[in-house]
């Protein structure tokens, strides 16, 4: 990542918040599983090629989160071991740190061992450990996982300790102020997700809380507005009636099924309208983000969404390592859509107006609005999220000249309510201040002339090349490999190939079965409306 940061602070981030990194069990994995907390895993490199990574995050103005884990821990930790009921496989009674049982009866959140948050040893441990991150590292804030485990509160067998816990709230206020003493300018993150009433008690002590709206902002992206499928207003603080801007919202993360992925499967369409197509979904993409970043408060972004990565969350398993498609970012339209998240990145971070409290969201059918007023300016976002093309009402807040921010178009507003036609899946964001409107390049449309897309994955790869092929009118697919010089290697009778999204696979392997030689190989497609290569390299 270290050497990938241009990339990613061109595209606007200011805060790299990273998966569990401290020494886990075993190499694949999402890290919380662990076991010693005060290493970097082996499998990411040595301590100072991370504190080499923070010192250039830090050179460019980006701030470094850690996820850590103190709900649980594995085996393999030596605060396990020492004090090991061997005869009932468990932490022994003498155990400072740990329960000798879940408090969760729900088998679904048992994870390792638990943690007794209660135990004056364990909150003298938990201190030590966050105190030795920002002290080492110079970490500047923390992701806690799971923080409705930081208590003894017996659940049931069905619960998921989602209920006001005062015991709970006094357990992690103690660990927030013991990170504050330490550094007063540190980050405290909770994924809770927990009741309402419970989070704002949090949030307006000055810890920021995970806001997962994942399922809302995807019925939007594939076209499901009925009875307020994709209505995201949750996404606002001022919904959950907290007094702080402490929602820090997302439409993706590790623990959610990719957007993209969902949308060719699953998404709406009518006549030749498809949001199972790639450049439709692409577009409907820049269309929920353009709903995303302007909410005030903050936001969070996962990996490659701005490239509007769709390889399934299961890809081998669940958290197994998944392909890197730096190809993407050679894609027209998927590099149109990382222009979009950076443009809105943009004017999130420089204008005022998105930190304003005077704003209300109108996102519950498919027809959407969120308004926003502020000395600076005002601004009216406008979106269709339906499949077909809309009526708008705009309600402007003013008459006068209101300007388009991505085309640079202007009108004159005389009447607030007059009506404008918006397409499927259209978007405009209105300001009464003329912006510099983004460098954003057109839409290719080459793959909807065409019908198909593909990709390949992983690539380079020493044997196994996944062919995924993105079909949108139902055709006879054929495959074929060569070698740098041309020959034909091996092909592949796909047939007939039904719309949708369908994979293939090569074993790197010839006509004979026998394991080709490593280089430059090509894979053509062939299709009734064309033919498509793409490189790959057996390592």
């Known amino acids: 990542v270290t050497d ?36 970097p895993d082996k499998a990411y490199g040595t301590k100072n090629d991370y504190k080499r990574f923070i010192d250039e995050c830090h050179k460019r103005g980006i701030a470094v989160f850690m996820d850590m884990v103190l709900n ?16 009932n496989n468990q932490p022994s009674a003498e155990n400072p740190w740990y329960n000798q049982e879940h408090s969760f009866q729900n088998p679904d959140a048992h994870w390792g061992y638990d943690f007794n948050h209660e135990s004056h040893e364990t909150q003298k441990l938990i201190d030590s450990i966050n105190g030795y991150w920002m002290r080492e590292y110079k970490i500047d804030g923390f992701r806690f996982d799971f923080t409705k485990g930081f208590s003894n509160t017996i659940y049931g067998p069905s619960d998921w300790g989602s209920a006001y816990d005062a015991d709970r709230i006094a357990i992690l206020k103690r660990m927030a102020d013991e990170i504050w003493e330490r550094n007063s300018n540190a980050i405290v993150c909770f994924e809770h997700l927990s009741d309402n009433s419970e989070e704002k008690v949090l949030a307006e002590y000055g810890i ?8 809302n902002y995807n019925e ?15 996404i606002s603080y001022k919904k959950r009636n907290w007094s702080v801007p402490h929602v820090i919202g997302y439409m993706e993360s590790h623990d959610e099924e990719r957007l993209m992925y969902k949308n060719y499967q699953w998404g709406n369409h009518t006549g030749e309208y498809d949001t199972r197509q790639l450049w ?45 498609l730096w190809n993407y970012y050679d894609v027209s339209d ?56 809309k009526e708008i009402d705009p309600e402007f807040q003013e008459t006068g000249y209101w300007y388009e921010y991505f085309t640079g178009d202007s009108i004159n507003v005389e009447n607030t309510n007059e009506t404008l036609t918006f397409e499927p899946g259209e978007y405009r964001i209105y ?48 495959i074929e490999i060569f070698n740098s010089i041309g020959q034909l290697v091996n092909d592949i009778n796909v047939g007939y190939l039904a719309q949708g999204t369908n994979s293939v696979e090569w074993n790197g392997k010839n006509y004979n079965g026998i394991e080709v030689s ?22």
Request: proline share 4%; hydrophobic share 40%.
């Open 208 to 215: 920021l809380l995970w806001g997962n709206l994942n399922h």
């Open 518 to 539: 490593t280089g430059i190989y090509f894979c053509k497609i062939n299709t009734s409306g064309g033919s498509f290569s793409q490189k790959l390299i057996k390592r």
């Open 431 to 478: 300001t009464t201040l003329r912006l510099q409107t983004p460098d954003i390049i057109e839409y290719s449309f080459d793959l909807n002339e065409t019908g198909l897309s593909f990709l390949i994955y992983p690539n380079p790869s020493s044997d196994r090349f996944v062919i995924e092929i993105h079909e949108f009118l139902n055709d006879i697919v054929s």
């Open 334 to 389: 998927r590099y149109r859509l990382y222009q979009v998240y950076q443009a809105l990145i943009d004017l999130k971070l420089n204008h005022e107006a998105f930190t304003s409290d005077d704003f209300t969201m109108n996102t519950y059918y498919s027809i959407k609005s969120i308004k926003i007023e502020h000395e600076s300016m005002n601004v009216n976002i406008l979106g269709n999220f339906d499949v077909v093309s």
């Open 4 to 39: 990938t940061l241009d990339y990613l602070e061109n595209l606007g981030v200011n805060v790299i918040e990273l998966m569990p990194f401290n020494e886990f069990e075993g190499n694949n994995s999402w890290g919380y599983n662990p076991a010693f907390y005060f290493a």
């Open 72 to 87: 649980h821990s594995y085996g393999q930790s030596p605060f396990v071991r020492m004090y090991w009921d061997a005869e």
């Open 280 to 324: 439709i979904a692409l577009k409907r993409m820049e269309l929920a983000v353009s709903f995303f970043f302007t909410v005030p408060g903050p936001k969070m972004i996962w990996q490659f969404g701005e490239l509007g990565y769709d390889i399934t969350i299961n890809y081998d398993c669940r958290v197994c390592p998944k392909p890197i």
């Open 220 to 234: 939007g992206t594939m076209g499901w507005n009925e009875s307020g499928k994709s209505d995201f207003s949750w």
